[in-house]
């Protein structure tokens, strides 16, 4: 049975954290956010991906569950207006123009990872016969269905999902704003492998930082707790789980601050 969480002091750990990293204080906002954690092991507000941030503590692999389904059920509601309209989110529409200038498609079966409220499910929805939606939260899986866009629809974490598939393969995979919330890419990458059939196709987008930031390592926690990736560790990564880039580009994922966010369209082609 689950420890029951002491809300009340939840709610003041975070919030004193959260002032305390704001005024600067990094040891006092570590131990602070080391509190929350001690408090909340599943770490529902995201700790130890803002201790990272900070640069401090271990690089978590991934973003906890518990944060992303708590963040993305949150914004469910206003997630389109806020990630579209105010942060100019495009890469769906990337995704659709760089299959269609590359004469990829149409497709059989699209499993798109991460689906949110069906973005690039509505981008791609004439290029493919049959959609498949994963998404870890049940706020968007919810809006996406209302959409009519999907055939299926399921309330999964991404890598569970893929390793525990035993449907018919896909011949594309879309991935689009899911690696910000992962930082050891093996798991994603080695189970599209296993869901793609042979010559299938993996497209996914990436955020990163400069080469000086990220100091020759392959992913860290960037200011806004998303992760960056090292262009040369995912093009390893896909190298050594069987596929073979047809292209990466570089794009603005979107604005933060004002400011542009640097990133890639990676598009893969497995060859087993």
């Known amino acids: 049975m689950a420890k029951k969480i002491d809300e009340e002091a939840l709610a003041e750990a975070y919030n004193r954290a959260l002032a305390l990293e704001k005024a600067g204080d990094v040891d006092a906002a570590v131990a602070a956010y080391e509190e929350v954690l001690a408090i909340d092991p599943d770490d529902h507000g995201g700790a130890a991906v803002r201790i990272a941030a900070m640069g401090r503590g271990e690089t978590p692999a991934k973003a906890p569950d518990a944060y992303i389904e708590t963040l993305f059920d949150q914004h469910a509601e206003v997630f389109e207006d806020v990630l579209v309209d105010q942060l100019g989110y495009h890469v769906p529409m990337l995704v659709r123009q760089r299959l269609q200038q590359l ?130 560790y995912v093009r390893e990564r896909l190298t050594a789980t069987g596929f073979e880039l047809v292209e990466i580009s570089d794009i603005n994922v979107r604005m933060e601050d004002g400011q542009p966010t640097p990133g890639h369209l990676v598009i893969a082609r497995y060859i087993g």
């Open 103 to 232: 004469k990829l498609g149409p497709f059989k079966r699209l499993l798109d990872l991460g689906c949110g409220t069906g973005l690039t499910g509505g981008a791609l929805r004439d290029l493919c016969e049959d959609m498949t939606g994963i998404d870890i939260s049940e706020k968007m899986v919810e809006i996406a269905h209302e959409k009519d866009l999907y055939e299926t629809l399921f309330v999964a974490e991404v890598e569970d999902f893929l390793e525990d598939n035993d449907e018919e393969a896909f011949d594309i995979i879309a991935a689009t704003d899911v690696l910000p919330y992962l930082g050891a890419l093996e798991p994603l990458f080695f189970g599209a492998a296993e869901n793609l059939t042979a010559g299938g196709l993996f497209i996914f987008s990436s955020e990163t930082l400069p080469e000086e930031i990220l100091a020759g390592r392959a992913y860290m926690v960037g200011p806004h707790h998303r992760f960056a990736h090292a262009d040369a």
